[in-house]
């Protein structure tokens, strides 16, 4: 006789582990609670949201529930799923992290489609991109996907971050037309570049014990602290990155919340060209800041 339960079918269904999951993050006062119970069960089980729907009555083997256990643990302590998953994606593109990455923000996209405005008005062929504190390689391998003649490079002061950037590349086919190099903003590069692109930290040191717990423990506080007032890397990298563009070439930087405007003084101080106003993010906050290097 076949039994009707077996130690692989003893656990919840699919269905009631990410309901009460759901729960728990709620009354944990997780924002995202529904979204994060959802991510943490498909990766919990190795389901897609179509297997999740498909298979919503399949109850969880012992293993998978003590897996996903785990996960919520994690979760309810503070860490962000993306790091519980060790994955996040970007512009549509599968990234890896690692300790020494941010997790890339959808915030960050608006830097991509400012970059290819730019890029597009011009035609350039086959352009040189430099990406600056490049973490997982986030913008540059975007904008490599995006443009498939450019080469670029992208800088860190993390071996750690430009191994993963490295890893990232090379998984999305990008490997070829990629460079990363170790070094403070572009102290190592020459150039010229057709675009520079940075999202720098710039988070003012005092304000970093204020962050979210998975922020301010999770991200690495290299990728945040931009000194005192927030703006330590963009007065280093803007004059460097004035100086390595090409005539008619652009700098775009992320900006954070407030700082677009005073970012704008530090590129016409290094005597770009701040031609249009700044592309704001979903939230309507002024995000990308943008200067073109004029011809002489
Ligand atoms: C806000 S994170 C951005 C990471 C990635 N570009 C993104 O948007 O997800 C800033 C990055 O700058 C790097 N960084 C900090 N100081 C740096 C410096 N002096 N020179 C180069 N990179 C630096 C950090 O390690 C981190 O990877």
Redesign the pocket.
Same mark, same amino acid.
């Given at each position: 006789m076949v039994p009707l339960t077996t130690a692989s079918d003893s656990g919840p269904s699919i269905e009631s582990a990410r309901r009460s999951l759901s729960a728990r993050l709620q009354a944990a006062g997780i924002e995202e609670a529904g979204l994060d119970a959802r991510l943490l069960v498909g990766a919990a089980l190795e389901l897609d949201l179509t297997g999740l729907v498909t298979q919503a009555a399949r109850r969880l083997t012992a293993e998978e529930t003590a897996r996903l256990e785990a996960y919520a643990q994690r979760r309810i302590a503070g860490e962000p799923v993306a790091r519980i998953l060790g994955t996040r994606e970007f512009w549509g593109l599968p990234l890896r992290l690692s300790d @020494?990455?941010?997790v890339?923000?959808p915030d960050?996209e608006t830097v991509v489609e400012r970059a290819l405005e730019l890029f597009r008005e011009r035609k350039i062929q086959q352009p040189r991109i430099a990406?600056?504190?490049?973490?997982?390689g986030?913008?540059l391998l975007a904008l490599l996907h995006e443009i498939p003649d450019a080469f670029g490079v992208g800088?860190?002061?993390?071996l750690t971050?430009l191994g993963t950037a490295r890893g990232n590349a090379a998984s999305l086919g990008l490997g070829n037309r990629s460079g990363f190099v170790a070094?403070?903003?572009l102290a190592a590069l020459s150039g010229p570049f057709d675009l520079i692109v940075s999202?720098?930290?710039y988070i003012p040191s005092a304000e970093i014990p204020k962050l979210s717990i998975e922020v301010r423990e999770h991200d690495?506080h290299?990728?945040?602290d931009g000194g005192n007032d927030g703006y330590d @890397?963009y007065r280093?990298l803007i004059p460097q990155a004035a100086e390595r563009l090409v005539p008619g070439g652009a700098l775009i930087v992320?900006a954070g919340q407030g700082q677009a405007r005073n970012i704008e003084t530090l590129m016409a101080a290094a005597a770009l060209v701040v031609d249009r106003p700044p592309k704001a993010d979903l939230a309507g906050i002024p995000r990308a800041v943008s200067a073109r290097k004029m011809p002489p």
């Amino acid at each position: 006789m076949v039994p009707l339960t077996t130690a692989s079918d003893s656990g919840p269904s699919i269905e009631s582990a990410r309901r009460s999951l759901s729960a728990r993050l709620q009354a944990a006062g997780i924002e995202e609670a529904g979204l994060d119970a959802r991510l943490l069960v498909g990766a919990a089980l190795e389901l897609d949201l179509t297997g999740l729907v498909t298979q919503a009555a399949r109850r969880l083997t012992a293993e998978e529930t003590a897996r996903l256990e785990a996960y919520a643990q994690r979760r309810i302590a503070g860490e962000p799923v993306a790091r519980i998953l060790g994955t996040r994606e970007f512009w549509g593109l599968p990234l890896r992290l690692s300790d @020494a990455t941010l997790v890339p923000r959808p915030d960050t996209e608006t830097v991509v489609e400012r970059a290819l405005e730019l890029f597009r008005e011009r035609k350039i062929q086959q352009p040189r991109i430099a990406d600056i504190g490049t973490g997982s390689g986030a913008i540059l391998l975007a904008l490599l996907h995006e443009i498939p003649d450019a080469f670029g490079v992208g800088t860190d002061l993390s071996l750690t971050a430009l191994g993963t950037a490295r890893g990232n590349a090379a998984s999305l086919g990008l490997g070829n037309r990629s460079g990363f190099v170790a070094c403070s903003y572009l102290a190592a590069l020459s150039g010229p570049f057709d675009l520079i692109v940075s999202n720098p930290p710039y988070i003012p040191s005092a304000e970093i014990p204020k962050l979210s717990i998975e922020v301010r423990e999770h991200d690495p506080h290299l990728a945040l602290d931009g000194g005192n007032d927030g703006y330590d @890397a963009y007065r280093a990298l803007i004059p460097q990155a004035a100086e390595r563009l090409v005539p008619g070439g652009a700098l775009i930087v992320e900006a954070g919340q407030g700082q677009a405007r005073n970012i704008e003084t530090l590129m016409a101080a290094a005597a770009l060209v701040v031609d249009r106003p700044p592309k704001a993010d979903l939230a309507g906050i002024p995000r990308a800041v943008s200067a073109r290097k004029m011809p002489p």
